[in-house]
């Protein structure tokens, strides 16, 4: 169904999900207990709560690297989910008790125009279906309240498949499509890549997780990399970025592989602005940035110069 009023993405963040920020913050809906950690991760996504209350989106849309698809683009498509999610590698530090509202018309729309595209495109309609501790942990940590309607977005494999080319221009054509579906559905939404950066971590664990004096880069290298990539964020020079993101890749197992970030750039035309960045840390040893783009001011000051027409719906939004 098509809305009369034009939707628009009002801002993007960069969310890791590493269990341990649920963990750390002791929300009810989370089993094990803790004395803290990762605190400036968790006050980076502090900021972005605020922000999005203000902002009031119909909808926060989440790419998530573990809900892996081997055959296409899956779009969560069951009007409310509900269910304990476990961490398969962490069960000690996450047992969650999730229940979510799903955008199904959004998800209706997502999935025509990612055909559109020519992508794989396939509906989750499994009313059992279990949701992935990415999506929940991202969606958690942007708004624990859990009163705003989501979208799950799944991560096809390609990636690991195929040439990185290949494979992040599908993300490339998932954004846009995402971009288009929010636009003709009216939504104001927000997005959400669940992703974290560098990605090589330490396989043991201290006794008590959340020793936060056993916790450090797990290398310099892999530091400096995490470092390139932010700044990069940092000064709005996103073609910079897509540039060394292969690389990136290939030296940190930058999670960034699974697409998500690329999906959101996309989304928002790859926006020429500074991001803001509200904190960095590691979590075993991998490298997380909390990242804003705020593209809602873009949004507003093209909607104010532009003339209104009535045949916008379906053209791409430069922001
Ligand atoms: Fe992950």
Redesign the pocket.
């Known amino acids: 169904m098509e809305s009369t009023q034009k939707g628009r993405i009002l801002a993007g963040f960069l969310a ?3 269990p341990h920020l649920v963990y750390g913050e002791n929300p009810p809906q989370n089993k094990p207990r803790s004395q803290g950690g990762w605190e400036n991760l968790r006050w980076a996504y502090e900021h972005c709560r605020q922000k999005i209350k203000a902002l009031k989106p119909d909808v926060i849309l989440v790419h998530s ?2 809900w892996q698809t081997v055959v296409g683009h899956h779009f969560l498509r069951v009007p409310q989910l509900a269910g304990l999610s476990v961490d398969p590698i962490f069960p000690h530090l996450f047992q969650y008790r999730y229940q979510m509202d799903i955008d199904v018309e959004l998800a209706d729309a997502c999935a025509e125009e990612a055909e559109r595209e020519g992508l794989i495109a396939k509906k989750m309609t499994n009313p059992n279906f279990r949701v992935d501790y ?1 999506t929940i942990v991202s969606l958690h940590m942007l708004n624990p309240d859990w009163d705003i309607p989501v979208l799950g977005i799944s991560a096809n494999n390609s990636p690991y498949y195929f040439t990185h080319d290949y494979a992040q221009d599908q993300m490339i054509k998932l954004g846009e499509a995402t971009r288009r579906a929010i636009e003709k559905t009216g939504r104001r939404a927000v997005l959400a890549a ?3 950066l560098s ?1 090589l971590h330490f396989d043991r664990e201290p006794e008590i997780p959340e020793d936060m004096s056993r916790e450090y880069v797990y290398s310099f290298e892999q530091y400096q990399w995490d470092m390139k990539a932010i700044e990069l964020m940092r000064q709005g020079k996103l073609d910079e970025l897509m540039a060394i993101l292969p690389e990136f890749m290939e030296k940190t197992a930058a ?1 960034v592989k699974a697409g998500s970030l690329v999906w959101m750039l996309a989304a928002m035309g790859f926006p020429q602005m500074p991001a803001a960045v509200h904190g960095y840390g590691t979590v075993i040893g991998t490298g997380n940035a909390v990242v804003e783009w705020d593209v809602s001011k873009v949004a507003d000051r093209l909607s104010e110069t532009q003339a209104p027409t009535t045949e916008e719906e379906g053209e791409a939004c430069p922001a």
């Open positions: 890791p999900h590493p690297p573990h990415g669940s992703n974290t990605h999670e």
